[in-house]
C-alpha cells in the first residue's frame, strides 16, 4: 500500500491508504446518461457549477493558509475525470501543488509550473500519477495532421500519445530529474494509478 502523510494542523500527522475514487458531481441528464444541453428554459452545466459555488461561498471561512502548499510537495497528473487526488492520496486543502493535463506528460509548460513552485513556493518531492485506461494511448501525432486539415494550421504542441503506460511514466521522471531549471530532483517518483481498483502501482525509473 502506498501511504502519504494529511495536514491535520501543527504537530498532528495522520496516514491515509489510497483509495477507490468515484465521481461525485450531479447535473441533469439526456436520455442514455447525456448531459443536457440548454434551451430557452434549461440551465447549462456551468449554470449548475456556479450555483453550487454560491452554496459552497455561504459556509466558507477563510483557513488563513498562504500559497506555499504544507507538504511541500508537487503532483502532476492526467486530467482524466476518475482521477480525484485529494482523495485518493490522503491530501487536504493547501497540503500541495497539483498539475495537470492530458496524460499527465511532462511538457514545457509542467517544467514552468513546477520551476515557480519549487523556487517560488517551496516545493521539494514531486510525485508523477499517470494511470489505465487512458484517452492517449488511443492517440498519435496523426492527431495534430488531422487538425491542420480542419482548420488550415499546425498545432505547436505534441500529442505526447503513448503506448507503454509504465515507459512513459518513466520519460516523464527523467524529463524532471534532468530538467536544469528544478531545484530539487532527489525526491521523484512516478506511480500508475488503477482505475479499476484505486490503487497507485509505483514505476521502477530503472
Same mark, same amino acid.
Given at each position: 500500500?502506498?501511504?502519504?502523510?494529511?495536514?491535520?494542523?501543527? =504537530?498532528?500527522? $495522520? #496516514?491515509?491508504? !489510497? %483509495?477507490?475514487?468515484? +465521481?461525485?458531481?450531479?447535473?441533469?441528464? @439526456?436520455?442514455?446518461?447525456?448531459?443536457?444541453?440548454?434551451?430557452?428554459?434549461?440551465?447549462?452545466?456551468?449554470?449548475?457549477?456556479?450555483?453550487?459555488?454560491?452554496?459552497?461561498?455561504?459556509?466558507?471561512?477563510?483557513?488563513?493558509?498562504?500559497?506555499?502548499?504544507?507538504?511541500?510537495?508537487?503532483?502532476?497528473?492526467?486530467?482524466?475525470?476518475?482521477?480525484?487526488?485529494?482523495?485518493?492520496?490522503?491530501?487536504?486543502?493547501?497540503?500541495?501543488?497539483?498539475?495537470?493535463?492530458? =496524460?499527465?506528460? $511532462? #511538457?514545457?509548460? !509542467? %517544467?514552468?509550473?513546477? +520551476?515557480?513552485?519549487?523556487?517560488?513556493? @517551496?516545493?521539494?518531492?514531486?510525485?508523477?500519477?499517470?494511470?489505465?485506461?487512458?484517452?492517449?494511448?488511443?492517440?498519435?501525432?496523426?492527431?495534430?495532421?488531422?487538425?491542420?486539415?480542419?482548420?488550415?494550421?499546425?498545432?505547436?504542441?505534441?500529442?505526447?500519445?503513448?503506448?507503454?503506460?509504465?515507459?512513459?511514466?518513466?520519460?516523464?521522471?527523467?524529463?524532471?530529474?534532468?530538467?536544469?531549471?528544478?531545484?530539487?530532483?532527489?525526491?521523484?517518483?512516478?506511480?500508475?494509478?488503477?482505475?479499476?481498483?484505486?490503487?497507485?502501482?509505483? %514505476?521502477?525509473?530503472?
Amino acid at each position: 500500500m502506498f501511504f502519504v502523510p494529511s495536514h491535520k494542523g501543527p =504537530g498532528r500527522g $495522520v #496516514t491515509s491508504t !489510497v %483509495i477507490l475514487m468515484t +465521481t461525485s458531481a450531479s447535473v441533469p441528464t @439526456g436520455p442514455e446518461g447525456a448531459i443536457a444541453t440548454k434551451n430557452a428554459t434549461e440551465n447549462t452545466v456551468i449554470d449548475h457549477l456556479v450555483e453550487a459555488n454560491e452554496q459552497y461561498a455561504a459556509a466558507f471561512t477563510d483557513p488563513g493558509m498562504d500559497a506555499r502548499p504544507v507538504l511541500q510537495v508537487a503532483v502532476v497528473a492526467c486530467m482524466d475525470a476518475r482521477l480525484d487526488l485529494h482523495a485518493a492520496l490522503g491530501l487536504e486543502l493547501g497540503d500541495c501543488h497539483t498539475i495537470r493535463n492530458a =496524460g499527465g506528460a $511532462v #511538457t514545457d509548460d !509542467v %517544467i514552468r509550473s513546477l +520551476t515557480i513552485s519549487q523556487r517560488a513556493l @517551496g516545493t521539494r518531492s514531486v510525485i508523477l500519477i499517470h494511470h489505465t485506461g487512458c484517452g492517449l494511448e488511443s492517440l498519435t501525432e496523426d492527431f495534430r495532421q488531422e487538425l491542420e486539415a480542419e482548420v488550415g494550421q499546425r498545432p505547436a504542441w505534441s500529442v505526447e500519445a503513448f503506448r507503454d503506460v509504465d515507459q512513459d511514466v518513466r520519460q516523464s521522471m527523467q524529463r524532471v530529474r534532468t530538467n536544469p531549471f528544478l531545484l530539487h530532483t532527489n525526491d521523484v517518483r512516478g506511480f500508475v494509478f488503477d482505475v479499476k481498483s484505486g490503487l497507485l502501482r509505483e %514505476i521502477d525509473p530503472a
